[in-house]
């Protein structure tokens, strides 16, 4: 199906630990992105990566790409308790104008 | 510039009521779409507007539901005649190019 999946779909850690989320799709990406949505929040964007990037910083986040595994991964280095959230991978697949979304990795951060 | 508004952010109706549920997109954009989100879900794309016009509404239920984004105002999705399974987080989102942002949401509870 043309959508990403995130792996793992759920995961905890403490507090300073880094958080590594996974993304893998079928279709070709345009630009894949990364959101995160706290619970019971609108969604918020993260980070957009092209698909001719394989690689991006936005402060504590690390994206990569890996187009040849159709797969991307997000960092979130020295991970704070308000990094507590679902994330979610999402491109606009095979040229249409909707986000199509997977469940998720939802991501507790213990204090 | 301000983000995305919605409103209400709930709103609660009983079976049979009609819902209005509203979307000021971001200054400037004029790209306007709609996603549902049920519990542990993620969003699922339902329609996509332009000013005047529906581009897609493939992910619209084919009765009660509709969605009009005029010259002026916001853009309004209208669910008529609700039943208990509309019971869901609506967002909206706008775009002018590659990012959808998205809106806080309105959480519809139908009795």
């Known amino acids: 199906s043309q959508q990403g999946e995130e792996d793992p779909q759920a995961l905890s850690i403490q507090e300073g630990e880094n958080a590594t989320m996974n993304c893998s799709y079928k279709t070709s990406i345009n630009n894949l992105q990364w959101y995160r949505q706290n619970s019971g929040r609108g969604l918020v964007h993260l980070i957009l990566?092209?698909?001719?990037?394989r690689e991006k910083h936005s402060g504590r986040l690390r994206v990569t790409l890996d187009t040849s595994k159709k797969s991307s991964s997000l960092l979130i280095t020295a991970s704070r308790a308000a990094d507590t959230a679902s994330y979610f991978c999402?491109?606009?697949?095979?040229?249409?104008?909707?986000?199509?979304f997977g469940k998720g990795t939802k991501l507790t951060v213990n204090p | 510039n301000a983000g995305v508004m919605q409103n209400p952010r709930h709103l609660v109706r009983r079976r049979g009521q009609e819902a209005r549920l509203r979307c000021s997109p971001m200054?400037?954009?004029?790209?306007v779409y709609w996603y549902r989100q049920l519990p542990e879900e993620g969003l699922k794309f339902m329609v996509y507007?332009?000013?005047?016009?529906?581009?897609?509404e493939s992910g619209m239920p084919k009765e009660r539901f509709s969605a009009e984004f005029p010259k002026e105002g916001p853009s309004i999705l209208r669910i008529q005649q609700v039943v208990r399974g509309d019971s869901a987080a609506y967002f909206c989102?706008?775009?002018?190019?590659?990012?959808?942002?998205f809106g806080p949401g309105t959480r519809l509870t139908v009795l």
């Open positions: 507007l332009q000013k005047e016009n529906i581009i897609d």
């Open positions: 989102a706008s775009s002018l190019a590659d990012t959808q942002y």
């Open positions: 200054k400037g954009h004029s790209h």
């Open positions: 999402t491109d606009l697949w095979g040229g249409s104008e909707k986000l199509v």
């Open positions: 990566i092209r698909s001719n990037e």
